[in-house]
């Protein structure tokens, strides 16, 4: 069964360092995210991308996020400089077609900024 | 007020109980609805599409009212596997595609 892979599974940085979170979606799949877990609290959305572009942000990507579809497979986040609010989970995840279908989610990385 | 509200928990019930969890969502223009499965410190996985008819898959039967702005979801006859935190996750109309998540219900099944 085709799966979203995330690596790294694990990353701790320094506060103010750039960090690249990076998924590869599943191969048919059109429409890419990536959502965060703080430790104890919900998953939240961060960013959607469709037709390499975003198509819709949330208040927590603000300027230091970057997405990117380099090439045909890789999705990349980007945290420019990272401070120790950013320490989380972050999930990527993707579906097919059609909003509000099933999203298939990464196992993950887990990022510690210290 | 949060946009999906869960009772987070925790559900500590034997084997072999029936086990209920509720969710109330704000927005009514929320379209689509799911309950996903999250282990600890893993991805949410995917348990089943929530239907206006209600819908059942095996031991798990979810229902959607959406005149109450409702879900539940049922789980029959409770295993240890079973033991998990319950994400109520709601797709709203004209978004992207983006989901909403509730904050989660911790079910333990104990022997």
């Known amino acids: 069964e085709p799966e979203v892979t995330q690596t790294p599974s694990h990353q701790v940085t320094q506060m103010g360092q750039e960090v690249i979170l990076r998924c590869v979606p599943i191969?048919?799949?059109?429409?890419f995210y990536w959502y965060r877990q703080i430790l104890g609290q919900k998953v939240e959305f961060l960013v959607s991308?469709?037709?390499?572009?975003?198509?819709?942000k949330s208040e927590i990507f603000d300027d230091q996020f970057s997405v990117e579809r380099p090439d045909g497979s890789n999705f990349t986040l980007k945290i420019r400089s990272t401070k120790l609010e950013d320490s989380a989970m972050y999930f990527c995840?993707?579906?097919?077609?059609?909003?509000?279908?099933?999203?298939?989610f990464g196992p993950g990385t887990r990022l510690l900024v210290l | 007020r949060k946009e999906v509200e869960q009772d987070p928990g925790p559900f500590n019930v034997p084997e072999g109980a029936t086990v209920a969890f509720n969710c109330t969502y704000s927005?009514?223009?929320?379209?689509?609805f799911f309950w996903y499965r999250q282990d600890c410190r893993k991805e949410p996985k995917l348990l089943m599409s929530?239907?206006?008819s209600g819908n059942e898959d095996g031991r798990f039967t979810a229902q959607l009212n959406r005149a109450s702005q409702y879900i539940s979801l049922l789980i029959r006859d409770s295993k240890l596997s079973d033991s998990a935190t319950y994400l109520c996750?709601?797709?709203?109309?004209?978004?992207?595609?983006?989901?909403?998540f509730g904050q989660g219900t911790t079910l333990q099944v104990k022997p």
């Open positions: 991308f469709y037709n390499n572009e975003i198509s819709e």
């Open positions: 927005n009514s223009a929320s379209q689509s």
């Open positions: 191969s048919n799949h059109l429409y």
């Open positions: 929530v239907y206006s």
């Open positions: 995840a993707s579906h097919p077609v059609g909003l509000g279908e099933t999203q298939y």
């Open positions: 996750v709601v797709h709203r109309r004209g978004n992207t595609g983006k989901l909403i």
